[in-house]
């Protein structure tokens, strides 16, 4: 059952002894913040319990906030079952990715998420697609008394990156007062978002030059479209996550509406990724590939030798989304 209400958080934590985490695969600030801070909370709540976050590496931007936290990369098929999980940020139960066997094991399962495509798949479902982050959701249901500095810095990064610094249309004046509340907290919230969302390396401007390089307008330039290979990767010494703020970049290209860049994430496997400016819903497109996400960002994975197949299939989606 899906639930837009709190879900009474403290109390499903103290009725287990054991606490599994984890949220979806290539973690951005959202899953990293929102899975973080609950480690920490969860802690705070029940000392004595068990607790585990599964989670893939986190982007080196902000890998600090999971330094002191002992993160399982891998699950362990010969652990008893948890007597809770919880998944954050994750709106398609297969991204849980390695983490998934754990979910399954699970005694109980809770899901708190923000994005639209989500089914509700856990025994208690929190899904609000209006909240800007997963992270905003999580802040309201912790009890202040067990929030300290970094669960909040934790949450300010999520709801600082999943809302695009307060830009995006799901920043709410609600979101503005969670945020000012996180911000009583000891950490500099400005130097967070400078560093863990504006600053980029050097190897992360050159591709995203050639991403620029590589790009081209569609649809009487309401759409505009780029892709990078494996090669291109390489010659820059990147890696997938020195990716993500290519396409936000692109759709704000003027007169553009719509932002589609592809990259070849292994050898006949493509990631796409989806925006919007206004009105176009992405959650749709991608959801026809097999994908999912919010109504302004979105994604989907293709398996074919290269972008020609998927843009077939995707701008013809994108059309009738700008023509609706």
């Keep these: 059952m899906n639930n837009t209400d709190l879900i009474q958080l403290d109390r499903i934590i103290r009725e287990a002894g054991s606490v599994a985490i984890s949220g979806h695969e290539h973690p951005d600030g959202d899953c990293a913040g929102s899975t973080t801070a609950l480690y920490w909370y969860v802690k705070n709540v029940c000392p004595e319990a068990e607790v585990d976050l599964y989670l893939e590496k986190i982007p080196d931007a ?3 906030i999971g330094e002191d936290i002992p993160i399982r990369h891998s699950a362990d098929s010969e652990h008893e079952p ?8 994750c709106g398609v139960l297969e991204r849980l990715g390695f983490a998934l ?7 109980k399962t809770v899901c708190i998420d923000h994005h639209y495509s989500n089914p509700g798949y856990a025994d208690i479902n929190r899904i609000c697609p209006n909240a800007s982050s997963t992270s905003e959701l999580l802040a309201e249901e912790m009890d202040p008394q067990y929030i300290n500095d970094e669960i909040a810095r934790d949450l300010f990064l999520g709801i600082s990156h999943d809302s695009g610094v307060f830009q995006y249309p799901s920043t709410s ?3 503005h007062r969670i945020a000012a509340n996180l911000m009583e907290y000891d950490f500099n919230a400005s130097d967070l978002i400078t560093r863990t969302y504006y600053e980029r390396t050097f190897e992360q401007q050159k591709i ?3 991403a620029i390089e590589n790009a081209f307008l569609m649809l009487d330039g309401r759409v505009i479209v780029s892709m990078i290979s494996m090669d291109e990767m390489e010659r820059c010494h990147v890696q997938p996550q020195d990716l993500d703020a290519i396409v936000a970049g692109m759709r704000d290209t003027t007169g553009v509406e719509c932002a589609a860049f592809m990259y070849e994430k292994a050898k006949g496997e493509w990631k796409v990724s989806l925006r919007s400016r206004t009105t176009a819903d992405m959650s749709a497109v ?13 994604g989907a994975t293709f398996y074919t030798d290269g972008p020609e197949e998927i843009m077939r299939k995707i701008i013809p989606l994108i059309e009738q989304q700008l023509d609706s």
């Excluded at 991608?286 to 979105?298: D, L, T």
């Design 286 to 298: 991608a959801k026809a590939c097999g994908g999912g996400g919010h109504r302004r960002a979105s």
């Design 173 to 175: 004046p609600k979101t």
């Design 208 to 210: 995203g030059a050639q």
């Design 101 to 107: 066997p754990v979910f399954e094991k699970a005694r």
């Design 62 to 64: 902000y890998a600090y």
């Design 82 to 89: 948890y007597d809770l999980f919880i998944s954050l940020d």
